[in-house]
């Protein structure tokens, strides 16, 4: 085919022109409401017969159809009918759902209108312009088609010459009606992503489910991060000391091999319980509510350092997420403090339960010189600083003067938690 053929009825052009056949199907019910409505201020005019009458019904079947274009659900039927028909540009995506907003319902309405509107024309035209240009193009060869127009016309189709420009006049229509259909299928195809495509509100819509669900992808991983972390820094520490004194304190090797079991068939537990949120939707930070404070002393006793601990209030008092998140830190400064501190120095952990927030205070003491950095490592104190900013409070770590590493939180008790953005 040649250019010019494909425009006008190649495989596109032709699936818009069905695009057009089936917006003037769709026409047909309201435009038949508006020959009633015609016919009531206009007693006796035949709506079918009268061309005044029918432009007339056409105008009143247009805004009837917007206005049931305006239901949210409208978009979804007219975005699945112009991706399968009109074959808008690939580089301009069309909306999916339905429609939300008071912008996108007006759009869906827009076009709507249009796609009614043209189609009900190119509908029309092709109901009354095919079979009038092949009686056309069969004058010249079907003598009682020409009787019978002869009486309608008179003797004008005695002269030879008009029947010889019979055909290709008919042929000229054909062609210029699949012109009109192309250029209105192109139209209706430029336009689709404007009315049809994504409104502000969408891509709003659409950019805050992307951060909701990066949130719950980074709360996962600071779960996995913070009970598995600590738990392989836990058994490799208890693991290195058992083998030290293999041969001579077999009961410290029987202690430290007791503590490896119940550690990771903890964590396994643990581990288990955050994997099987992957697959479900998880929202809110309860969704992935761990151990609280009240579990607190099992850590203190597994997790490989000696830890002075000091209460000021009663931590059972504090309520689930906010427990849970605690409990979190808490777990990170350890195994900081186990990775990088200095062996057998105790750790010194303060909590305060106020009336209005939590305070967790955790210092541990550090070799001299620059820490020494993991491969892949440095995302607990982030994780941390995270948990804190999730419940509205603040956290912060770095080294004092005196050579001690601290942790510091502040966690509010009854702020709304959400999730950082």
């Not at 139209?187 to 404007?194: M, S, T, W």
Request: hydrophobic share 50%; proline share 9%.
């Amino acid at each position: 085919m040649t250019p010019l053929t494909t425009r006008l009825v190649g495989r596109r052009a032709r699936l818009r022109w069905l695009h057009l056949i089936i917006g003037g199907a769709l026409l047909m019910p309201y435009f038949l409401v508006g020959t009633v409505v015609v016919g009531l201020y206009a007693p006796g005019t035949n709506a079918f017969t009268s061309l005044s009458a029918q432009f007339s019904a056409f105008g009143y079947a247009l805004p009837m159809a917007a206005v049931t274009a305006l239901l949210p659900t409208a978009r979804p039927l007219s975005v699945a009918a112009a991706r399968a028909l009109c074959g808008p540009a690939p580089d301009r995506p069309l909306a999916d759902g339905p429609a939300a907003s008071r912008q996108a319902r007006v759009r869906s309405a827009a076009w709507f209108t249009l796609h009614v509107g043209l189609g009900g024309i190119i509908s029309g035209m092709t109901l009354a312009l095919v079979p009038f240009a092949v009686c056309v193009m069969a004058l010249p060869f079907v003598p009682a088609l020409r009787e019978s127009a002869a009486r309608d016309v008179g003797p004008a189709l005695d002269h030879p010459w008009l029947l010889a420009v019979a055909p290709p006049a008919g042929a000229a229509m054909l062609v210029a009606l699949a012109g009109c259909a192309a250029a209105a299928g192109a139209l209706l195809a430029d336009r689709a992503p404007v009315l049809l495509g994504p409104t502000p509100d969408d891509r709003l819509a659409v950019a805050e489910r992307r951060a909701a669900e990066l949130a719950v992808r980074n709360r996962l991983a600071r779960e996995l991060h913070d009970s598995v972390g600590h738990a392989l820094s836990a058994v490799t520490l208890q693991a290195g000391a058992a083998r030290r004194v293999l041969d001579s304190d077999p009961e410290f090797v029987r202690q430290a091999l007791t503590a490896i079991e119940e550690t990771t068939r903890r964590t396994v537990g643990e581990l288990d319980a955050v994997l099987g949120l992957l697959r479900q939707d998880v929202e809110g930070p309860g969704a992935l509510a761990g151990p609280g404070l009240d579990a607190l002393g099992g850590l203190l006793a597994r997790c490989g350092v000696p830890v002075r601990y000091e209460a000021d209030g009663d931590p059972g008092t504090v309520p689930g997420p906010v427990s849970a998140e605690a409990y979190r830190i808490v777990q990170e400064g350890l195994s900081n403090a186990l990775r990088h501190g200095v062996p057998g120095s105790p750790v010194r952990l303060r909590l305060g339960v106020g009336r209005r927030e939590l305070t967790l205070v955790l210092d541990s003491a550090r070799p001299p010189g620059p820490p020494a950095v993991r491969p892949g490592g440095g995302r607990g104190l982030t994780g941390v600083a995270e948990r804190a900013l999730l419940l509205g409070g603040a956290a912060e770590a770095g080294p004092r003067d005196d050579g001690v590493w601290r942790l510091a939180a502040r966690l509010p008790l009854h702020a709304p938690a959400k999730e950082p953005r």
